[in-house]
């Protein structure tokens, strides 16, 4: 079973230790594999036993491990739900070679959370999450219709109208509404049980320091 992608926005509130363990990145034309190979700092890369979140957790040793995902597929969609952290706020745009890759980054310990597309080697378009809409890239506009619909920003037309402040979303509730529109517009959902609580394969994607310590 999968959910839109609103359920991340909640995750990322939670209390659990878990709700920090979800850096998440996916693809539309790569593999599981090939996108952590991709993502990772050594090749290749082995798949392996399936694990829960708070196992793969338990990975990341900070000697000879330091980033460690659990990879699955949605649909079109690969995806890997790294833990402890996650290179995809500097990742290489030339990852997305011949496919998509999204990107959906908490950031608990420096935020703004943020989501970034990439495509054909380029950053397609990227923004900071639940701080109003500033994009940036080549395709800035691409999600525009689609928060307009769902709220998040008011129509070109009518920017200048402010809403009140009984109308003005919260932080929370606008991560919510971005993140399900960018679902439905890039035909994208993750299911919720099977990373927050089941078993997946896991991957290890670096197995030294990263190079922003």
Same mark, same amino acid.
């Given at each position: ?45 082995? *798949? ?6 708070? &196992? ?7 000697? @000879? ?26 990742? /290489? ?15 608990? /310990? ?8 990439l495509?054909?080697?380029?950053v397609?378009?990227?923004? @900071? ?8 890239g080549?395709?800035p ?18 920017i200048? *109208?402010?809403?009140?402040? /009984?109308? &003005?979303?919260?932080?929370? @509730? ?35 320091p990263?190079?922003?310590?």
């Amino acid at each position: 079973m999968t959910d839109d992608l609103a359920w991340v926005a909640d995750a990322w509130r939670g209390a659990s230790p878990s709700a920090t363990d979800l850096y998440i990145t996916c693809a539309r034309g790569l593999s599981p594999q090939q996108l952590a190979e991709r993502m990772a700092d050594h090749e290749p890369v082995e *798949v392996g036993p399936a694990l829960t979140i708070q &196992e793969a957790h338990r990975m990341v040793d900070l000697a @000879e491990i330091y980033r460690a995902g659990r990879i699955g597929q949605s649909g079109d969609w690969s995806f890997i739900v790294e833990c402890v952290g996650s290179e995809g706020w500097t990742l /290489d745009p030339a990852v997305s070679r011949g496919a998509e890759v999204l990107i959906l980054d908490p950031r608990p /310990d420096d935020p703004p959370s943020f989501f970034t597309y990439l495509a054909d080697g380029e950053v397609q378009l990227h923004f @900071e999450l639940g701080f109003g809409y500033d994009p940036a890239g080549a395709q800035p506009d691409l999600l525009r219709p689609a928060l307009e619909a769902a709220g998040v920003i008011p129509p070109e037309d009518c920017i200048d *109208v402010l809403l009140g402040e /009984d109308e &003005e979303l919260s932080p929370a @509730e606008e991560k919510r509404r971005v993140l399900k529109a960018a679902g439905e517009y890039f035909g994208l959902s993750l299911p919720r049980q099977a990373i927050e609580n089941g078993q997946l394969p896991t991957v290890v994607t670096r197995t030294s320091p990263p190079s922003s310590w």
